[in-house]
């Protein structure tokens, strides 16, 4: 019997949020298996700021070509093996959708997972995946140091989360920026951020005044725009600014939000970072965050979208707020 192979292509470059019919969902058989190729069946995809980003523009890896098949990180199952790396049954995870014909080429970046007792899948995808690795990452470049203060804007996001966490293991006072109380009450309240700051009150720049009576020494930055300018006017002399993401810039034209005066004047060391840099040391920080996970030291959330076809919404949701921690599609 043919499978049939759903993917969603880009058929057109996105202005502002997700429009339909930017991304179209096409079906065409699954092709057969030749010697030295596996078929990997996907379960879930993970749903990524950056995605908006490659619909537009060549950053880091060049922007997805219209008409071709929209790039995304998943998780899926090897269900037929020609190939003498893989056996049916293998969990991997890369750049994946619906069905995937694994073969000697490496344009999928895939990773073999372990399958562990009372670990879910999505886990792959989110602690132990990009938004971890990123978190893991980040904080190293961050240098952390007892009783200092770091604040991380998108808090509540899947790396957000984990940062603020990374931060209370090295003894930090945490305060996190989020869009709703509910958000601000998860990192408060289950997480164990010192603060949270709900940015859509109007009084959260007095309130982010009063979390940080000792001004500011870590900036873990996910947003950019109005909150990076805010925190960055309470920052301490020497103090490291992390440039992970700039999604508030995402959907609109002019990305340009760094205060490059303060900046200056304030002698920070400002880093940005993209996680692939790291490649070679994932299976260390995996390590890490799993042993942290594993003593409830990191504790994560997910907010699962049901069907393919609806992964243009949750894209969508990354940038009005709809996750709370790791945004995931059921395929
Ligand atoms: N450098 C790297 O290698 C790397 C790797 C992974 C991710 N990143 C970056 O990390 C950041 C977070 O990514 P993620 O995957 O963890 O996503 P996420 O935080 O799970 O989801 C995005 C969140 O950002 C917040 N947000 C969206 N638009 C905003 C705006 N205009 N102002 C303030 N907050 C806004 C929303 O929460 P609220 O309800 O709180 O607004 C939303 O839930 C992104 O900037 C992403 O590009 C960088």
Known sequence: MTL???????????????????????????????????LARVKYLSIDPTMRV???????????????VMRA???????????????????VTGLLQDYVIVDASAKHFLQKVPKIPFVSDTVFLGVLGI??????FGMEIATPKKGETLVVSAAAGATGSIVGQIGKIHGCRVVGI???????????????????????????????AAATPNGID??????GGEIMQEVLNRMNLHGRVILCGLISGY????????????ILLKRLRVQGFIILDYASR????????????????????????????????????????????KLIVKV
């Open 178 to 208: 989020a869009g709703t109380d509910d958000k601000c009450s998860w990192i408060t309240k289950d997480l164990g951020f010192d603060a949270a700051i709900n940015y859509k009150h109007a009084d959260w720049k007095q309130k982010l």
């Open 251 to 262: 959907t609109k034209e002019d990305p340009s939000m760094a205060s490059l005066g303060t």
């Open 282 to 325: 994932f299976m260390e920080a995996a390590t890490q965050l799993g042993q942290w996970k594993m003593f409830g030291k990191l504790k994560d959330r997910e907010t699962i979208v049901e069907g393919l076809e609806k992964a243009p919404d949750a894209i969508n949701m990354l940038f009005t707020g709809g996750n709370t921690g």
């Open 131 to 136: 938004n971890g690795l990123t978190a893991f």
């Open 218 to 223: 870590i900036d873990f930055e996910n947003v």
């Open 54 to 68: 490659w619909m537009v523009a060549d950053t880091y890896l060049p922007a997805v070509p219209l008409g071709e």
């Open 4 to 38: 049939a192979n759903r993917q969603l292509r880009l058929q057109s470059r996105p202005k502002g949020l997700l429009a339909p019919g930017d991304l179209q969902l096409n079906e065409s058989p699954v092709p057969e298996l030749g010697d030295g190729q596996a």
């Open 73 to 91: 990180l998943g998780f899926a199952e090897i269900i037929e093996s020609r190939h003498p790396d893989y056996k049916k049954g293998d969990r």
